[in-house]
């Protein structure tokens, strides 16, 4: 039992066009529905108080989405994923959750995320050539793309924030790519701007099919670590 | 979303809403529907809206038929398929998503099995400009018709009848108006002669239906929460239907008399199972004019304690402004008071007598001057250009009104008073079947234009801190042919639609060009429509249809109008307008007598 619980959740193919604003205001509307003792914020305009780890952009699927949500009275882990599981529409299923009693919250902790890629090339290249062009993109110190920042469209080195990448071939031009990325508050890197440039620099011209969030991680003592290792300080 | 199993219903419903999601989900009349329809074992409502360009084209690109959200099946493959009509400019819409849900855009041409295509809401009241698209038409409320249609199809389905023969069957429904079983015929100067049923089944004068006991009637409280923002994403509480003030352009102001008010119980009820079962925190009360409800106080301070305690707020719209109102919405509000907004209508005292909008210039200032006292800090305000014997001195009165405002608004307390915006906006009168002013011309667009540019003249020479806006006069001018046409502007929405017309609503789509081409080519002279002075004796192409509002009385009404004289609301007495035949609502109630000319 606990005041404030940390959530893993995921979504699937059927809402991963849903805006994160949006997916902000299902799950403010599914609490409302499940009638657990939701606290709220002071003031003008009270708000629930719930915090996600990272925002999922449009297009990507995930089973390890995290975020955080306090309560007025203590409510069981199990009991508040029965009831999310019955007000959440479907597509959006919490899987986990634990006690949670720090202060830092759930965004702060986000430094990292995994992901799989689906793309598909126009030709036909074999595993070895695919290697190959994927060791010759790591091994550059600066891979520069435009990124939508404060300030505008700006270039920015994206190539400290690929932790590491590393691609299989399904069949004839289709591949699955995972990727180990930077993300977070500070130094997110997208699964889309990484594929944009993948093709801006391999001239691949590859067609990104699905883009699929495998995990998140926190780091601390210079480990990753599951974002529930951390939900306790 | 409600989920059926479609093979286990004997009649598959389409509700199309033709313009974009956003819109359509902010309908209240299309959830009452879908309510009302899948309520029932037999029957599965499911939803379709118009598709945006971007989409259209994908769909089109790829052979794929416009189809439902629910269970994604095309249109054609349904048993009906309805439209509302909330708007004129949406009628090319109609067209547009038939043919991309695989039906013919032409009843005409529909045969066999295809669905029957059914229209209702507002714009049914003149149905004829549509007519050659549409099977059958609902006049008036739909929740207790519709079952009794549903019956007649479960009856015909299966039976081996033609379809003519099920528009047969429902032809004697109060409320349903089949255009094919109706002749027209014209005079050489193009007016209208006669529409007389062609078949001894259909009856002379279509009546439209209504609910006498709203309380008595299912309104949703399972309604779909979307998942992206819609225009009014919220709780919707549906106060009353009809309006008791009688504003003579208003078409809703008749169409839907006489008032009948839901119990502030029941909406108290309505109001905690809504939050229970959709977790929206946003309550709104939605009536033509929220002040006139009768148990205002009374439900308002039992929804206060409510939306309080649930973290919920509650929106006040069509609100006068008096003290009541101000204190109730400073109790409510939960966002900063920005903007309130009030419809004068018109800029002097002559012309609201003319319009019966019984708000006079003191009620005005001093309303303005609450608010602003109040903290509010801006404020716009609605008036119509071009309305029946408008001079530019009334054109005028909107600007020294907007002035006068400033002036009486300086030197007050509260912390806007010297930075007050007010914004003035005027839209083009458009006069509209079934009111006193069905018989108008509409102004030219000429002089619309030129009554724009004054009046923009005007107020930029006074002051900078009014900002004025006015409303597009060739989009209203295709809504005034549309809104009183008759049948052989069917041809024209065709060619119109043909040239790629559609959501001709929105500003990046509207082609005045194309339209007027349309009719260049049908030979038909839009002006004839828009903005000839018809006479009391001319047959109107819906005078066929009885919308409970005798025509006697918006006769007299009209005559009221030149002279200036106003006619007292409903709550005070009763003005003979015929929907006292209906035995409900209001007409039923004790008045409150001459004393009060409200």
């Known amino acids: 039992m606990a005041k404030a619980l940390r959530f893993k959740f995921s979504r699937s193919e059927q809402l991963k066009y849903i805006a994160h604003l949006d997916i902000l205001r299902v799950f403010e509307r599914a609490l409302k529905r499940s009638k657990l003792p939701l606290a709220y914020t002071q003031g003008f305009n009270p708000r629930q108080k719930l915090v996600f780890g990272l925002p999922m952009s449009i297009g990507l699927t995930s089973e390890a989405e995290y975020a955080d949500i306090e309560f007025e009275q203590d409510v069981a882990p199990e009991d508040f994923i029965r009831s999310m599981n019955s007000s959440l529409p479907e597509g959006i299923r919490i899987l986990e959750a634990v006690e949670q009693n720090i202060n830092d919250n759930i965004m702060n902790q986000i430094t990292a995320a995994k992901y799989e890629i689906g793309l598909e090339t126009r030709e036909d290249i074999s595993q070895n050539e695919m290697d190959n062009i994927l060791h010759r993109l790591l ?36 591949f699955l790519m995972e990727a180990f990325l930077s993300a977070g508050a500070e130094n997110n890197l997208r699964a889309d701007l990484l594929m944009q440039a993948f093709n801006q620099e391999t001239g691949l011209e590859a067609k990104t099919l699905a883009m699929h969030r495998k995990a998140l991680y926190a780091s601390s003592f210079n480990k990753w670590q599951d974002p529930f290792e951390v939900a306790n300080g | 979303m409600v989920k059926k199993n479609p093979e286990e219903v004997s009649l598959r419903f389409a509700f199309c809403f033709p313009d974009d999601y956003e819109i359509g989900m902010s309908h209240l009349g299309m959830k009452i529907m879908y309510h009302v329809l899948n309520k029932r074992e037999d029957t599965y409502c499911e939803r379709a809206f118009a598709p945006w360009a971007d989409m259209e084209a994908l769909l089109r690109e790829n052979n794929i038929p416009l189809y439902t959200l629910e269970t994604y099946t095309p249109l054609h493959e349904f048993d009906m398929v309805g439209f509302t009509l909330q708007y004129e400019m949406s009628f090319s819409n109609i067209l547009n998503m038939l043919d991309l849900g695989g039906i013919p855009v032409l009843s005409k041409e529909r045969t066999g099995n295809m669905p029957f295509v059914l229209a209702g809401g507002p714009c049914a009241c003149n149905p004829e400009p549509i007519a050659d698209f549409i099977d059958f038409f609902v006049i008036g409320e739909g929740e207790e018709v519709t079952p009794e249609i549903i019956e007649e199809y479960k009856k015909w389905k299966g039976s081996g009848e033609s379809r003519d023969q099920f528009l047969e069957r429902i032809a004697v429904i109060e409320g349903v108006y089949v255009p094919k079983l109706y002749d027209v015929s014209y005079h050489e100067d193009g007016t209208i002669k006669e529409v007389k049923p062609s078949s001894p089944i259909a009856p002379a004068k279509v009546k439209r239906r209504l609910i006498r006991d709203l309380d008595a009637v299912d309104f949703p409280d399972d309604i779909i929460v979307p998942y992206v923002g819609t225009v009014h994403d919220r709780i919707m509480l549906e106060l009353f239907r009809g309006c008791i003030r009688g504003c003579r352009f208003c078409q809703a102001g008749f169409i839907y008399r006489p008032v009948r008010e839901r119990s502030y119980e029941k909406l108290l009820d309505l109001a905690q199972k809504s939050v229970e079962k959709t977790g929206y925190d946003e309550i709104s009360l939605i009536s033509l004019s929220t002040s006139d409800y009768s148990s205002l106080p009374d439900l308002c301070n039992n929804l206060i304690k409510f939306t309080e305690s649930e973290k919920v707020s509650l929106s006040l719209p069509s609100l006068r402004v008096d003290n009541f109102s101000l204190g109730l919405m400073e109790k409510v509000s939960k966002v900063r008071k920005s903007g309130l907004t009030f419809a004068p209508e018109a800029g002097t005292q002559r012309l609201r007598d003319v319009i019966n909008k019984g708000v006079t210039d003191e009620d005005l200032v001093s309303s303005v001057q609450l608010a602003v006292a109040g903290g509010w800090s801006s404020v716009k305000l609605y008036f119509m250009l071009g309305l029946p014997t408008e001079a530019m001195e009334d054109v005028e009165g909107i600007a020294d009104m907007g002035i006068n405002l400033l002036e009486a608004c300086r030197g007050l307390p509260g912390e806007y008073s010297k930075a007050l915006r007010i914004t003035l906006s005027t839209s083009c009168f458009v006069p509209k079947p079934f009111t006193p002013f069905q018989w108008e011309p509409m102004d030219s667009m000429a002089s619309l234009m030129e009554k724009q540019y004054h009046l923009k003249d005007r107020i930029k020479k006074r002051t900078r801190r009014i900002d004025y806006r006015y409303h597009d006069a060739k989009l209203s001018f295709m809504e005034a042919v549309l809104a009183r046409g008759d049948r052989r502007i069917g041809q024209v929405l065709y060619a119109a639609w043909k ?60 005559q009221k109008a030149y002279e200036g004289d106003l006619t007292r609301n409903c709550a005070v007495g009763c003005s003979q307008c015929g929907a006292q035949a209906y035995k409900a609502g209001i007409c039923t109630k004790a008045k409150r007598g001459a004393s009060e000319n409200g």
Request: with cysteine; charged share 35%; aromatic share 16%.
């Open chain 1, 139 to 174: 091994s550059r110190d600066e891979i520069f793309v435009l990124k939508k920042t404060k300030k505008g469209m700006r270039p920015v080195n994206i190539r400290p924030w690929i932790y590491s990448l590393s691609i299989r071939k399904k069949e004839m031009n289709s």
């Open chain 2, 499 to 558: 040239k790629g017309c559609k959501f001709d609503g929105w500003d990046e789509f509207f082609s005045f060009d194309k339209w007027m081409e349309a009719f260049r080519e049908c030979g038909i002279d839009p002006e004839f429509y828009a903005n000839r002075k018809r006479k009391f004796t001319e047959v109107m192409p819906w005078d066929h249809l009885d919308m409970g509002i005798s025509k006697d009385f918006l006769q007299h009404e009209c």
